[in-house]
Structure formats: structure tokens, C-alpha cells
């Protein structure tokens, strides 16, 4: 007798799973998973005190969301993007972006139907439409800025497809997606009647005067994009596990069904704790800015010091440095990531982690740098990589 399902049997273990247990290990400066070592705004969390000790957050939440959280992310969708938003019939909380995806995925996507993903892509995302039975297409991302084709990307279109997914700012590389780019993605997603699912949860981590475009608020794109995004990254509680997808009723049905049949409900005092987070004043998500770009530009520079060539987009975003080893370590991904972890003490992420088989061997010398962490921890990193340049 087996005791896993053929779903998930080829999936194998998360490399986050193994890179973390080498960072304890070795007890390694863990660059690796993009969370952030410091706690959220204190208002946040005073929210989710408050929210805990009201007598009124112990019970389920309405399994949609907590009214409050709805018309938060409502409000937030109009502040920032001018995107009108119905609270009560186009917003659906869930337990983070990833279960987001994964409800929208299964609520839309049938067996056969194909799914344009832009590779590397988050590494949850191809196991998602794996479950669904959909068919995976890939559209390579191109080091050392990550463009894309655009040949290349309407070719992937045809009469099989029913979404794509497209995530930015993204991980692992940082690109933000141009209007320019979102623009012709937008184009091809109405020629051929496809559904846009949009992950953004990195939409207020911005450099450089980069700005980010909502895909659903281009013409002709409201009635066919999920908007999935989430408190974790903006705010820096990532262990909330508090996400949302917003679109019209008619695609949110899939995902609603799916929701209230497995998770039912979200942590209801946390929903509150977010409502208030996503009311902080433009003051807060302006400065985010000048919070992680001085740490980008340290980890940047620490990294062409110990030898890497950097691999970045021409629009930076999120709080991810990809970065090229060759020049300072002969072997692949994976190797590089247990040896800097063994010999070195800091932590990162293979590239190849987020490459399907077929395409892991495009990505052998890049590895995925986080910065979203405090001063000391930067530096204390700075300072073990500095053994690869002797």
C-alpha cells in the first residue's frame, strides 16, 4: 500500500524546506526565503491585539472576509490605482497570496486547459495547475534583465488557453512588468478571450522611480483579471497568512466555491489587524522605498565584491537580487547553495527552483539573494562573503 497520491508524488520536497535546514545547520546568515527578521508596524500589530481582545474576532469570519478587510481592499484598489471595486461581490479574502492562486487556479482551470507561465516563475505555481490538470506553457524570462519575446509570447496563445499568470513585481528576478509589456500581454489576452491571474504582493515594493501597473485597470482587462495580492510583504507579516483576490463575480465564483470548501474561513482577528494596516497613511507606503533601497544597494554591492555579476531587471521591484556565480564556483544551482551555506554561512535560493525539469539547466550559475532583513543581519552577510574573493 502507498500513501501518496499520484497528484502531488512527483512534486518532491520545497527547496525552501531544505535550504532553511541547512541555514540551521550551519547556522548560516539566511539570505534565502523572502521574509523579513524584523516585526511589522507597531500599529498593525496593536490592531491585531485590539482585535484579539474585542470579544467580537473568536468566532468564524464570514468565509468571503470580514466586511471591514473587503471594503479595506476596496478602498486601497481605488487610493492607489483609481480601480473601482465592488466590496461585497468582487473581493474574496484568503490565507495568503499562494492559497489565492491556488483557489483561482482550481476554480477556473479544467483538465486539458492550458496555462501561459512566465519561467522562472514562483514555485508553487506549476504544482497549482499540475493539480487542476491543466497544461502548463512556458514563456522563458531572459537573464541578465529578463525580458521576454513578444513572438515568443503570442505564439503560446491558442484556442486551449484559459489564463495566464503573470507576476510583478516578480520573484525570484525583481522585473516589473513595463506598461508597455502589460499592454501587449492585454492585447493578446482579449484576442483570444483568456483570463489574467495577477500576482502582486510585491505592488508597493518599488525602486527608482519604477511604477507599478495593476493589469486589471488596462482597457478591456476588468472583466477578465484576478488580482491576487496580500498583507505579508507590504507590511512585513508574513506569518499572517492574510491575502485577497479581487475581480468581477463571474471569475470569483470558481475560487469562492473552492474556498468555502476547504479553508471556509480566514483568522478573523488578523483580517481586522490588515484592515487597518491597508488604511496607513501614503506616508508608510512611500516609505518603503527609502527603507529596503539602501539595503538593495548594500547586498549589491557586497555580492560584485565577493565576484558575482548581478542579474538584473531593467525596472527593479520586490526585495530580490539574482546573482551569477561562475566566475567564482565551478557547478550547478544547488551545489553552489550547499556549499555557501556549508563554507560560507550565509543561505540562498537555486534559480532552478523555479524552472520546470525541461528548462533547469538555463539558470545553473544564478541563485536568489533577499535583502528584506535588518542592518546587522546585511552586514554579518557582507562579512562571510567577503571568503569568496580571496
Known amino acids: 500500500m502507498t500513501g501518496i497520491a499520484n497528484r502531488v508524488r512527483h512534486f518532491g520536497p520545497s527547496v525552501f524546506v531544505e535550504i532553511n535546514a541547512l541555514a540551521r545547520q550551519y547556522n548560516a546568515v539566511n539570505l534565502s526565503q523572502g521574509a523579513p527578521d524584523f516585526d511589522g508596524p507597531p500599529e498593525v500589530i496593536a490592531a491585531a491585539v485590539q ?44 490565507a495568503g497570496a499562494s492559497l489565492g492562486m491556488f483557489f483561482a487556479i482550481m476554480g477556473l482551470v479544467d483538465p486539458g486547459d492550458e496555462v501561459i507561465v512566465f519561467e522562472p516563475f514562483f514555485d508553487t505555481y506549476l504544482p497549482n495547475i499540475q493539480m487542476a490538470g491543466g497544461v502548463p506553457r512556458f514563456v522563458p524570462l531572459r537573464p541578465p534583465t529578463w525580458t521576454f519575446d513578444p513572438d515568443e509570447l503570442a505564439a503560446a496563445f491558442n484556442r486551449r488557453t484559459k489564463a495566464i499568470i503573470v507576476n510583478t513585481p516578480h520573484n525570484p528576478t525583481g522585473k516589473i512588468f513595463s506598461r508597455e509589456e502589460l499592454a501587449l500581454i492585454a492585447d493578446l489576452c482579449r484576442q483570444w478571450d483568456v483570463v489574467a491571474l495577477t500576482d502582486e504582493v510585491y505592488e508597493h515594493l518599488l525602486y527608482d522611480g519604477a511604477e507599478h501597473v495593476r493589469l486589471a485597470t488596462l482597457p478591456g482587462m476588468a472583466e477578465r483579471t484576478l488580482t491576487i495580492s496580500s498583507a505579508g510583504k507590504t507590511f512585513s507579516v508574513t506569518g499572517f497568512k492574510i491575502g485577497w483576490c479581487i475581480g468581477p463575480a463571474d471569475l470569483l465564483e470558481g475560487p469562492m466555491q473552492v474556498h468555502a470548501f476547504s479553508m471556509f474561513a480566514v483568522q478573523h482577528p488578523l483580517q481586522e489587524a490588515v484592515a487597518a494596516a491597508l488604511r496607513l497613511p501614503d506616508s508608510y507606503f512611500v516609505g518603503l522605498q527609502a527603507f529596503y533601497q539602501p539595503r538593495r544597494d548594500f547586498l549589491a554591492a557586497a555580492l ?54 525541461a528548462h533547469q539547466d538555463s539558470s545553473q550559475s544564478l541563485v536568489r539573494f533577499t535583502f528584506c532583513k535588518r ?13 569568496l574573493d580571496r
Open 375 to 387: 542592518d546587522e543581519t546585511l552586514h554579518a552577510a557582507a562579512e562571510r562573503l567577503t571568503k
Open 51 to 94: 482585535a484579539l481582545q474585542s470579544g467580537r474576532t473568536a468566532q468564524y469570519a464570514p468565509s468571503v472576509g470580514a466586511p471591514s478587510l473587503r471594503a479595506a481592499v476596496a478602498e486601497h484598489a481605488a487610493r492607489h490605482y483609481g480601480q473601482s471595486v465592488d466590496p461585497e461581490r468582487e473581493v474574496l479574502i484568503v
Open 304 to 357: 560584485q565584491r565577493a565576484g558575482f555579476s548581478l542579474a538584473l531587471p531593467e525596472l527593479l521591484g520586490a526585495y530580490y537580487i539574482v546573482a551569477d556565480f561562475s566566475p567564482i564556483f565551478q557547478g550547478d544551482d544547488m551545489a553552489f547553495a550547499r556549499y555557501l551555506a556549508r563554507e560560507v554561512g550565509v543561505t540562498c535560493i537555486p534559480v532552478s527552483a523555479f524552472l520546470s525539469k
